[in-house]
Structures are given as structure tokens and as C-alpha cells.
């Protein structure tokens, strides 16, 4: 449980310094969406449950504060999860640049089903494209900075919630 | 090798649960989830939003005495403009009352105005809304027009204990009637073209074939008035091209609006006096 609180509170955290970047970026019209930075680390190093809800939760949370269907983001940050925590093993995780990448990836998986979800009703679709390809972009350009930022806050927050059960994972891990 | 294959489906078919227990849930109980979440992350916006008023009185108190001066000076002027304004205003205002009542029309909806700060701006290619620092607590109603000194703003569409969320009439999903400066015949209006580095746009449909907009002749297209929630008048955007609808009885356009819409820090709530 106090796990489960510390990556929520890391979550809520990103989801506050996201929507406070994208409140400056409004006068240029450029909105970052940081979906895939909520995913990445749970489905690499928790266990199925705990990362599954942690990421639920953030899903959530996200779904909270937009407009749409509540319960869509929560959807995409759960398959998402899904498709990475079968493929971990297949993966290095513990090198940095493969969590960048698994990050970036999930993002753009996370962005296209949530942008076709959003989609519907425009008035012109092209224009839309385009400029959801920038936001896109910016988005992930944004990922690379930050991702190894927020992997080492949830890795120090797990450590600070549990030091037992982290120690314990790590070991069975490497 | 059928255990395997159940090991790769496990985080799908645990999904797969989570989902199907998600659908059967009655929908208060996920209504009674999404303002839990609005508001356990309420606070921290809000107070993101004092602290950034608190810097720009700090940056304010750095100015000059004779800065100061002169800004109220300024101000001062505005001010005997102003009044000047509001005796007219009132005068006028009689006179339409007058009008009103020998002809026996129907009364427009009066409003009590409510300024709020701006505590959080979304502009994603989605969706375009502002949250703002007033809700239940000044009794903001849904569905209340939002107004600045450019015109509309949007239409409040969700109200929280302290916070309430206005959609812009740069959004998609915004449709309103909207009349020409100066013509009584109805258009349609349509936000959604918020391309990056660039004012948001709207469209507008089933505009009469008489009326011609181009760059360098604009038209400035205001509220109609029709639907009861925005009072007529107010100011949508500019009409900067129009051109012949597919089914060419009508024309269609683009619409600039306010580049201000994306950087406001205050709007107006115009909360109905009587909804009903």
C-alpha cells in the first residue's frame, strides 16, 4: 500500500509539472502529453499488481483533470503496461537509454490511441493532424529530458516507501 | 507450454478483469471518482496559482514611485472616461427598457458579473479550456458565458468546490449561433483549428451568399443571442475568408480569433441572475 501511495505521489507530481508547462506553453499553442512517462517504470520493475494499479491510478488521475471518457487514459496506461510487462524480459532495463526508448514508444502508442479517440467530430482533421504531430514531438522531445529524472524520483520514492521489498526486488531483478 | 503461453496473457486477462468490473460500475460511483481525483489535485493547482500572483506583486512592487505616479494618473483619466460611459449606458439602457415594454418583448436573461483568476491553461490539439480560481463557493454556474475585454471566452462546463472549467469557443466541441456585425441572419460557428504558432481559429457555416469576408475585408462576427446563453452582441472573432459550401446555397469561413484567448490570466463569469 505505501507503495502503491509513493509512485501515486510521484505521479501527481508529474501530472502537476506537466499541466504547469503546458499552462506557459498555451500562448504558443504547444501542449506536451507525457502519457508514457506514467508507464514505463512500473511496467519494468514492479511486480503485475502493484504496477498494474499504480499505473491504473495515474491513468486515472489524468482522466480526472481532461475532458473525454473517464476511464480511456486509465485503458491506454493499462495496455500499455500490459505489452511492456511481457516484453521486459526480452529487454536490458536497467540501461538508461532502454528506458528512454521504452518510454518514447509507449508515449506514441498512448498519444495515437488517445488522439484517434479525440478525433472524432473535427471540423478539419488535416489540420488537427498536423498539429498533433508537433505536439507529438514536443512530447517526446520533453520524454528524453525528464525520463531518467522521473525513473530515479520513483526508484528513490519505492526505496524511501519500502527499502525492504525494493532491496529484496532489485536482488531477485539482477 | 500452455502454462507459458498463460504467463504472456496474465497482464491482459488481468486487465482484461479490471476492465470488466470498471464497465459494470454504476456511474455515480465513477462520477463520485473523477471529482475525488479533480479535487485531490485541486489544491496544489490553486496554490500554484496564488503563489503565481504572489510573484507578480513582488515584480510589481519593484516599480518606480514615479512609475506609479503615472500609471495612476492614467488610470485616473480612464476612470472620468468611464463614467462618462456609464451615464450614457444608463441612459440607453432606459431608453431600451422603454422600447421594451411598449413593444412588449421578450426580456433578455441579466446577469451578475464574477471575475476569476486563471489557474490553469490546456491548449492541445484536443481540447481548449481553462480552470478557473472560483466554483461552487461563488455559485458559478454550468453552462454560464465567460467573457474579457476581447469578447467571449467560452462556456463553463464543469464547476468544482473552488475551481470551475470554462471550454473555449477556440474548442471543438463549442457550436454557437452567431450573427455578422450589422445582419440579423444566423450562422453557425464552429471552434477546433489550433494549429501550433499560430491564433486559434474557428469556422463558421451557413453563411449567406451576400456577405464576402476576405483578409484585407474582414467582418466581425458577434454572439446572436439565440439560445439564451450568451447575450447578443459580444464579440466571437473576425471572418477573414469565405467561400462557396459544398452545397452552394451557403458559404463557409474561417474565423480568427482573439490571440489573446490562449495567454488570459482573468475572465469574467456572467452568472444568470434568473436560469429559469
Redesign the interface.
Known amino acids: 500500500m505505501r507503495r502503491l501511495l509513493a509512485l501515486f505521489l510521484t505521479s501527481?507530481l508529474l501530472?502537476?509539472l506537466v499541466?504547469?508547462t503546458?499552462?506557459h506553453?498555451?500562448?504558443?499553442?504547444?501542449?506536451l502529453?507525457l502519457g508514457g512517462g506514467f508507464v514505463t517504470y512500473a511496467a519494468l520493475n514492479l511486480p503485475?499488481?502493484p504496477g498494474?494499479d499504480a499505473v491504473?491510478l495515474a491513468g486515472?488521475?489524468c482522466?480526472?483533470?481532461?475532458?473525454?471518457p473517464?476511464?480511456l487514459q486509465a485503458?491506454c496506461f493499462?495496455?500499455a503496461?500490459?505489452f511492456l510487462?511481457?516484453l521486459r524480459n526480452r529487454l536490458d532495463r536497467d540501461a538508461p537509454a532502454m528506458q528512454v526508448v521504452v518510454t518514447l514508444l509507449a508515449n506514441l502508442g498512448i498519444f495515437l490511441a488517445?488522439?484517434l479517440a479525440?478525433?472524432r467530430?473535427?471540423?478539419?482533421l488535416g489540420?488537427?493532424w498536423?498539429?498533433?504531430l508537433?505536439?507529438l514531438l514536443w512530447s517526446q522531445v520533453a520524454l528524453i529530458v525528464i525520463t531518467p529524472w522521473f525513473f530515479a524520483l520513483q526508484r528513490r520514492a519505492l526505496e524511501l516507501a519500502d527499502p525492504v521489498t525494493t532491496a529484496w526486488e532489485r536482488r531477485h531483478h539482477d | 507450454m500452455s502454462l507459458r503461453r498463460f504467463d504472456q496473457a496474465k497482464p491482459f486477462v488481468t486487465l482484461g478483469i479490471i476492465v470488466a468490473v470498471w464497465l459494470v460500475l454504476p456511474a455515480v460511483f465513477k462520477s463520485f471518482v473523477r471529482v475525488s481525483f479533480f479535487e485531490l489535485e485541486a489544491p496544489v493547482e490553486v496554490a500554484t496559482s496564488y503563489a503565481r500572483d504572489l510573484q507578480e506583486y513582488w515584480a510589481l512592487r519593484m516599480h518606480s514611485n514615479e512609475a506609479l505616479v503615472e500609471a495612476g494618473r492614467d488610470l485616473a483619466r480612464l476612470n472620468a472616461a468611464y463614467e462618462l460611459r456609464i451615464q450614457e449606458n444608463t441612459a440607453l439602457r432606459g431608453e431600451i427598457e422603454r422600447l421594451d415594454a411598449l413593444m412588449r418583448l421578450p426580456t433578455f436573461i441579466d446577469y451578475r458579473s464574477e471575475p476569476a483568476r486563471v489557474v490553469r491553461r490546456d491548449f492541445s490539439g484536443w481540447w481548449q479550456r481553462l480552470i478557473i480560481r472560483k466554483g461552487q463557493n461563488f455559485r458559478i454556474t454550468v453552462g454560464a458565458p465567460v467573457v474579457f475585454t476581447g469578447g467571449v471566452v467560452g462556456r463553463i462546463t464543469e464547476v468544482r468546490a473552488t475551481t470551475a472549467v470554462v471550454e473555449l469557443i477556440s474548442s471543438q466541441n463549442v457550436r454557437l449561433a452567431a450573427v455578422i456585425e450589422g445582419d440579423t441572419r444566423p450562422i453557425s460557428f464552429q471552434g477546433g483549428l489550433n494549429t501550433s504558432f499560430a491564433p486559434p481559429k474557428g469556422v463558421v457555416e451557413f453563411m449567406p451568399l451576400d456577405i464576402f469576408a476576405r483578409p484585407n475585408a474582414r467582418k466581425r462576427l458577434v454572439t446572436s443571442g439565440l439560445g439564451g446563453v450568451f447575450p447578443p452582441g459580444l464579440t466571437l472573432g473576425y471572418v477573414t475568408h469565405s467561400e462557396l459550401g459544398a452545397d452552394g446555397l451557403y458559404q463557409t469561413g474561417v474565423v480568427e480569433l482573439d490571440p489573446r484567448l490562449s495567454s488570459l490570466t482573468e475572465v469574467t463569469v456572467l452568472v444568470p441572475l434568473n436560469p429559469d
Open positions: 501527481v501530472c502537476w499541466g504547469l503546458n499552462h506553453l498555451s500562448g504558443w499553442h504547444v501542449y502529453y503485475l499488481r498494474l491504473l486515472l488521475l482522466d480526472a483533470t481532461t475532458p473525454g473517464f476511464g485503458l493499462g495496455l503496461h500490459c510487462f511481457n488517445v488522439s479525440h478525433s467530430g473535427l471540423p478539419d489540420a488537427t498536423g498539429r498533433l508537433w505536439d
